[in-house]
C-alpha cells in the first residue's frame, strides 16, 4: 500500500456570523468532523453544493485556514502554523489552483513573469535560470514564447488556466488543489484541460486534492471521491463504486441530477427544497428535511459512519445494518 | 420520434416547419461597432415545441434572442427580420416592443439575483409585470401573484410576496424570475442559461419546472445552454451554434444519436462520459476564432479533423441532408460524416 501524502483527520472549522446588523453571533459550521486521506500520486474528488464545505476543506489542506480542532498531516508531519517559514518551505510542495483564471492572475503583470515569481520568492536556482526556466514550464503546459509575453487579457480562458498551471507546477509541488479547474471552460476547452491535467499528474507523480460540482469530470480524472453536505462527508470511496452503485440518499439524488447529453427518459430523482443555510443546521442528519427515505430517528441523531464491506464509508441510517440496494428506493 | 413518447400533451415537432410557425427568425446579423458577430441566421419556432440553443461562448446564441427582443445595447446594428405571429418585431416602436416583452414573450437569465432589483421587494417587481400587461391592481396582485408563485412551486408565497431578493435562495430567485416571465402569460419563454449559476440539485428541480410548465399550458421554450446534457433531457429540437453562425439543426435523439456537423461530433466527443468505460477525452483543437478575424471559408475548418481544400475558401450554406436535419458542412455532404471517436494522442499540439 502506497504512502499518503495528505491526511485530515477529525478537522472541523467554524466561523461566527451575525443574523441581522443588531443580531446575535452565531457559529456556523462549515466543516464539521472531516476525515479524509490522499494517497501519493492519486487523486482524490471533494464533491458537493455550495455551502457544503467543499472548498474550506481545501483550504485547510494547504495550510490556509487553521482548523479549530483536528490534525493536518502532509506526509505524515503535521503542518505548521500559516505564515511561519516552516509553513512557506512546505507550502513549495503544495500549490493550489482556482476557478476563475482571471482573477487568479495579475492583470498587468505578462505571463511570464507571474511564472518565474514563485521561483523569485522561494529564491529557487541562479536568477539567470529562471526564466528559461519558466519558458519551459510553460511550454510543458501547451503556450509558447508568444503566450509568455502577453498579458492575462489578451489570453483565451482555456490558454489563462494552463499559464495558472504553469505557475502552481514550477516550484514542483507534489501535491496540487484544485478548486472547480474546468468549471469556467468552455465544453471543448475543457477537455483540454482536464487531459493536460492528467498528463501532468502521471509525468511530475502529482497528488491532486480535486474540488468539485462537476460529476462527469470527477469520474474522469478521480480514483477516490467524498460527497459533502453541510459541512459533513456523507459518502466516501472509489469512485468507481459510488458512481455506480451509491448508497447515500444525497450522493443518488446528485448523480441523478447530471444531465446526460443523448439521455432523456431517465427518471431523475428531484430533491425538494434548497440546500439549507449552514447557520441553520438541522438537527439529526443534516439531509433529513430534503431525503426521501427519512425515518423518525434521522431528525433527532446525527448518523455515525459505517464502513461496508466494499471500503466504502457512509453516514445514513437508513444503510446502517441493512443492504443498502433495497433499501434506497426511489 | 420516440422521444416524444413519454410526452403528456404530446406536442408533435413536426418534421418540416408547421405552416404557420409561431417565430420565425430570417437572415438576422449583429454588428458591434462595425465587428459581425451574428452572421445570417434563420430559424423558425412552432407553437409548444422546446427548442434547444447550444454553443460556447462568443457563439452568439445568447445575441440572437437578446436581437430578437431589440435587448441589444444602441452601438449594436441589427438587420433581418424578425416575426412573431407574422408581425415584425425588428425595428418596432417601443411602445409595441414593450407590450411584446414581458408579455407574449418573455425571457430570464442566468444570474437571478442579479436581475431582480435588489431594493424593491419581491411583490412589487412581480406586481410591476402584472398592473403593466394584465391591468391587474389592488389586492388582486396579491393573490394573482400567489397563483403564480404556487405554479412555479415557491412555498410560503405570502412571506414571499414581502422579501428582499437577498432574502430567497439563488433557486428560490429563478423561481420568481420564472413567475414574473409567466404572469404575461407567454407564448415564447426564452431561458438563457437558467441554471448555470445554480447548484446541481436545484438545476434538476428548475429543469423539471420548466419542462411542467411548458406542458401545462403550452407556451414554446427556448433554452440556451453550453450544456448539452441540459438540453438534452428538455429540449424536442436543437440547434448547434459557432462564430455567430448556425452549423447544425436536428431533433435532439437524432443529433446526440448521430450528430452531422464535425463540430456537434467534436462537442459530443470532448464530454467526459458518465457511463461505460473511460477513456481519454477527445479535445476539440485550438480554439474558437476571434470575431474579427474569421477565416474565409467555415469558421470551424481551422479545428476541423475532416477538412477540405474547399472548406478554407467557401462558407457552407445550411443544407438539409435528410428531413427535418440541416446541416452546415461540405465535407460531410462529400462522405457521409461518422462519430470520430479515434484517441488523440496530443492534447498539446
Given at each position: 500500500?502506497?504512502?499518503?501524502?495528505?491526511?485530515?483527520?477529525?478537522?472541523?472549522?467554524?466561523?461566527?456570523?451575525?443574523?441581522?446588523?443588531?443580531?446575535?453571533?452565531?457559529?456556523?459550521?462549515?466543516?464539521?468532523?472531516?476525515?479524509?486521506?490522499?494517497q501519493?500520486?492519486?487523486?482524490?474528488?471533494?464533491?458537493?453544493?455550495?455551502?457544503?464545505?467543499?472548498?474550506?476543506?481545501?483550504?485547510?489542506?494547504?495550510?490556509?485556514?487553521?482548523?479549530?480542532?483536528?490534525?493536518v498531516?502532509?506526509?505524515?508531519?503535521?503542518?505548521?502554523?500559516?505564515?511561519?517559514?516552516?509553513?512557506?518551505?512546505?507550502?513549495?510542495?503544495?500549490?493550489?489552483?482556482?476557478?476563475?483564471?482571471?482573477?487568479?492572475?495579475?492583470?498587468?503583470?505578462?505571463?511570464?513573469?507571474?511564472?518565474?515569481?514563485?521561483?523569485?520568492?522561494?529564491?529557487?536556482?541562479?536568477?539567470?535560470?529562471?526564466?528559461?526556466?519558466?519558458?519551459?514550464?510553460?511550454?510543458?503546459?501547451?503556450?509558447?514564447?508568444?503566450?509568455?509575453?502577453?498579458?492575462?487579457s489578451?489570453?483565451?480562458?482555456g490558454?489563462?488556466?494552463?499559464?495558472?498551471?504553469?505557475?502552481?507546477?514550477?516550484?514542483?509541488?507534489?501535491?496540487?488543489?484544485?478548486?472547480?479547474?474546468?468549471?469556467?471552460l468552455?465544453?471543448?476547452?475543457?477537455?483540454?484541460?482536464?487531459?493536460?491535467?492528467?498528463?501532468?499528474?502521471?509525468?511530475?507523480?502529482?497528488?491532486?486534492?480535486?474540488?468539485?460540482?462537476?460529476?462527469?469530470?470527477?469520474?474522469?480524472?478521480?480514483?477516490?471521491?467524498?460527497?459533502?453536505?453541510?459541512?459533513?462527508?456523507?459518502?466516501?470511496?472509489?469512485?468507481?463504486?459510488?458512481?455506480?452503485?451509491?448508497?447515500?440518499?444525497?450522493?443518488?439524488?446528485?448523480?441523478?441530477?447530471v444531465?446526460?447529453?443523448?439521455?432523456?427518459?431517465?427518471?431523475?430523482?428531484?430533491?425538494?427544497?434548497?440546500?439549507?443555510?449552514?447557520?441553520?443546521?438541522?438537527?439529526?442528519?443534516?439531509?433529513?428535511?430534503?431525503?426521501?427515505?427519512?425515518?423518525?430517528?434521522?431528525?433527532?441523531?446525527?448518523?455515525?459512519?459505517?464502513?461496508?464491506?466494499?471500503?466504502?464509508?457512509?453516514?445514513?441510517?437508513?444503510?446502517?445494518?441493512?443492504?443498502?440496494?433495497?433499501?434506497?428506493?426511489? | 420520434?420516440?422521444?416524444?413518447?413519454?410526452?403528456?400533451?404530446?406536442?408533435?415537432?413536426?418534421?418540416?416547419?408547421?405552416?404557420?410557425?409561431?417565430?420565425?427568425?430570417?437572415?438576422?446579423?449583429?454588428?458591434?461597432?462595425?465587428?459581425?458577430?451574428?452572421?445570417?441566421?434563420?430559424?423558425?419556432?412552432?407553437?409548444?415545441?422546446?427548442?434547444?440553443?447550444?454553443?460556447?461562448?462568443?457563439?452568439?446564441?445568447?445575441?440572437?434572442?437578446?436581437?430578437?427582443?431589440?435587448?441589444?445595447?444602441?452601438?449594436?446594428?441589427?438587420?433581418?427580420?424578425?416575426?412573431?405571429?407574422?408581425?415584425?418585431?425588428?425595428?418596432?416602436?417601443?411602445?409595441?416592443?414593450?407590450?411584446?416583452?414581458?408579455?407574449?414573450?418573455?425571457?430570464?437569465?442566468?444570474?437571478p439575483?442579479?436581475?431582480?432589483?435588489?431594493?424593491?421587494?419581491?411583490?412589487?417587481?412581480?406586481?410591476?409585470?402584472?398592473?403593466?400587461?394584465?391591468?391587474?391592481?389592488?389586492?388582486?396582485?396579491?393573490?394573482?401573484?400567489k397563483?403564480?408563485?404556487?405554479?412555479?412551486?415557491?412555498?410560503?408565497a405570502?412571506?414571499?410576496?414581502?422579501?428582499?431578493?437577498?432574502?430567497?435562495?439563488?433557486?428560490?430567485?429563478?423561481?420568481?424570475?420564472?413567475?414574473?416571465?409567466?404572469?404575461?402569460?407567454?407564448?415564447?419563454?426564452?431561458?438563457?442559461?437558467p441554471?448555470?449559476?445554480?447548484?446541481?440539485?436545484?438545476?434538476?428541480?428548475?429543469?423539471d419546472?420548466?419542462?411542467?410548465?411548458?406542458?401545462?399550458?403550452?407556451?414554446?421554450?427556448?433554452?440556451?445552454?453550453?450544456?448539452l446534457?441540459?438540453?438534452?433531457?428538455?429540449?424536442?429540437?436543437?440547434?448547434?451554434?459557432?462564430?455567430?453562425?448556425?452549423?447544425?439543426?436536428?431533433?435532439a435523439?437524432?443529433?446526440?444519436?448521430?450528430?452531422?456537423?464535425?463540430?456537434?461530433?467534436?462537442?459530443?466527443?470532448a464530454?467526459?462520459?458518465?457511463?461505460?468505460?473511460?477513456?481519454?477525452?477527445?479535445?476539440?483543437?485550438?480554439?474558437?476564432?476571434?470575431?474579427?478575424?474569421?477565416?474565409?471559408?467555415?469558421?470551424?475548418?481551422?479545428?476541423?479533423?475532416?477538412?477540405?481544400?474547399?472548406?478554407?475558401?467557401?462558407?457552407?450554406?445550411?443544407?438539409?441532408?435528410?428531413?427535418?436535419?440541416?446541416?452546415?458542412?461540405?465535407?460531410?455532404?462529400?462522405?457521409?460524416?461518422?462519430?470520430?471517436?479515434?484517441?488523440?494522442?496530443?492534447?498539446?499540439?
Amino acid at each position: 500500500m502506497t504512502a499518503n501524502i495528505l491526511e485530515l483527520s477529525g478537522i472541523s472549522r467554524s466561523y461566527s456570523t451575525r443574523q441581522g446588523l443588531f443580531g446575535k453571533r452565531v457559529p456556523v459550521r462549515a466543516v464539521d468532523d472531516v476525515s479524509l486521506s490522499l494517497q501519493e500520486g492519486q487523486t482524490l474528488a471533494l464533491v458537493g453544493e455550495s455551502g457544503s464545505g467543499k472548498s474550506t476543506t481545501g483550504r485547510i489542506a494547504l495550510g490556509l485556514e487553521r482548523p479549530n480542532s483536528g490534525h493536518v498531516l502532509f506526509r505524515g508531519s503535521e503542518l505548521p502554523p500559516a505564515d511561519t517559514p516552516a509553513w512557506r518551505r512546505m507550502r513549495a510542495q503544495m500549490q493550489m489552483i482556482y476557478q476563475d483564471p482571471l482573477a487568479a492572475l495579475d492583470r498587468r503583470l505578462p505571463i511570464l513573469d507571474q511564472t518565474r515569481e514563485p521561483l523569485d520568492i522561494h529564491d529557487v536556482g541562479p536568477a539567470s535560470e529562471r526564466n528559461d526556466k519558466a519558458l519551459a514550464m510553460l511550454d510543458a503546459v501547451g503556450l509558447n514564447a508568444g503566450h509568455a509575453a502577453s498579458l492575462p487579457s489578451q489570453l483565451s480562458g482555456g490558454q489563462r488556466q494552463r499559464a495558472v498551471l504553469a505557475r502552481a507546477l514550477i516550484m514542483k509541488p507534489s501535491l496540487l488543489v484544485c478548486d472547480e479547474p474546468v468549471s469556467a471552460l468552455d465544453v471543448s476547452i475543457q477537455a483540454q484541460v482536464v487531459n493536460l491535467l492528467m498528463d501532468l499528474q502521471r509525468d511530475l507523480q502529482l497528488s491532486l486534492l480535486f474540488i468539485s460540482h462537476d460529476l462527469k469530470v470527477v469520474r474522469q480524472v478521480s480514483q477516490r471521491m467524498a460527497v459533502m453536505y453541510l459541512g459533513r462527508i456523507v459518502e466516501y470511496g472509489e469512485t468507481r463504486l459510488l458512481l455506480s452503485n451509491s448508497v447515500h440518499p444525497y450522493t443518488r439524488a446528485l448523480i441523478s441530477a447530471v444531465p446526460v447529453a443523448g439521455r432523456r427518459t431517465r427518471e431523475r430523482i428531484i430533491l425538494t427544497g434548497e440546500p439549507p443555510n449552514p447557520a441553520a443546521r438541522p438537527a439529526g442528519c443534516a439531509f433529513h428535511p430534503r431525503c426521501p427515505i427519512a425515518r423518525s430517528e434521522c431528525a433527532n441523531v446525527s448518523p455515525a459512519f459505517t464502513t461496508l464491506p466494499d471500503g466504502r464509508s457512509v453516514a445514513c441510517h437508513a444503510v446502517d445494518g441493512h443492504p443498502p440496494i433495497e433499501e434506497v428506493g426511489v | 420520434m420516440g422521444n416524444l413518447a413519454g410526452c403528456a400533451t404530446g406536442y408533435v415537432f413536426p418534421a418540416a416547419p408547421a405552416p404557420q410557425p409561431l417565430l420565425v427568425i430570417e437572415g438576422m446579423t449583429v454588428d458591434f461597432n462595425g465587428v459581425r458577430v451574428l452572421r445570417g441566421i434563420d430559424l423558425t419556432l412552432a407553437r409548444g415545441e422546446a427548442l434547444g440553443i447550444v454553443g460556447e461562448s462568443g457563439s452568439g446564441k445568447s445575441v440572437t434572442w437578446l436581437a430578437a427582443l431589440g435587448l441589444l445595447p444602441r452601438s449594436a446594428t441589427v438587420s433581418g427580420s424578425v416575426r412573431l405571429d407574422g408581425e415584425e418585431m425588428l425595428g418596432a416602436a417601443a411602445s409595441r416592443l414593450d407590450r411584446i416583452r414581458g408579455g407574449r414573450v418573455a425571457m430570464i437569465f442566468q444570474d437571478p439575483s442579479s436581475a431582480l432589483n435588489p431594493v424593491l421587494r419581491i411583490g412589487r417587481q412581480i406586481g410591476e409585470v402584472l398592473a403593466r400587461h394584465h391591468g391587474v391592481s389592488g389586492s388582486n396582485i396579491r393573490a394573482e401573484a400567489k397563483r403564480l408563485f404556487d405554479l412555479v412551486g415557491l412555498p410560503d408565497a405570502a412571506r414571499r410576496f414581502d422579501a428582499y431578493p437577498h432574502e430567497l435562495s439563488g433557486g428560490q430567485n429563478q423561481r420568481v424570475m420564472i413567475a414574473m416571465a409567466l404572469a404575461g402569460k407567454p407564448d415564447v419563454l426564452v431561458a438563457d442559461e437558467p441554471t448555470t449559476a445554480l447548484d446541481a440539485t436545484i438545476q434538476a428541480q428548475i429543469l423539471d419546472l420548466l419542462t411542467t410548465i411548458r406542458r401545462e399550458t403550452g407556451m414554446a421554450l427556448v433554452l440556451i445552454s453550453h450544456d448539452l446534457g441540459v438540453v438534452s433531457e428538455t429540449c424536442d429540437r436543437i440547434i448547434v451554434m459557432y462564430t455567430g453562425s448556425v452549423v447544425e439543426t436536428a431533433p435532439a435523439d437524432a443529433i446526440f444519436a448521430s450528430p452531422r456537423h464535425p463540430y456537434t461530433q467534436g462537442l459530443l466527443a470532448a464530454l467526459p462520459p458518465f457511463e461505460g468505460a473511460l477513456h481519454r477525452l477527445v479535445p476539440i483543437e485550438g480554439q474558437v476564432p476571434d470575431p474579427t478575424n474569421l477565416p474565409p471559408g467555415c469558421a470551424f475548418a481551422p479545428r476541423c479533423p475532416k477538412r477540405l481544400a474547399v472548406c478554407e475558401e467557401a462558407v457552407p450554406p445550411l443544407a438539409q441532408p435528410e428531413n427535418g436535419r440541416f446541416s452546415a458542412c461540405i465535407a460531410a455532404t462529400v462522405q457521409p460524416a461518422r462519430l470520430s471517436l479515434k484517441l488523440n494522442t496530443s492534447v498539446l499540439a
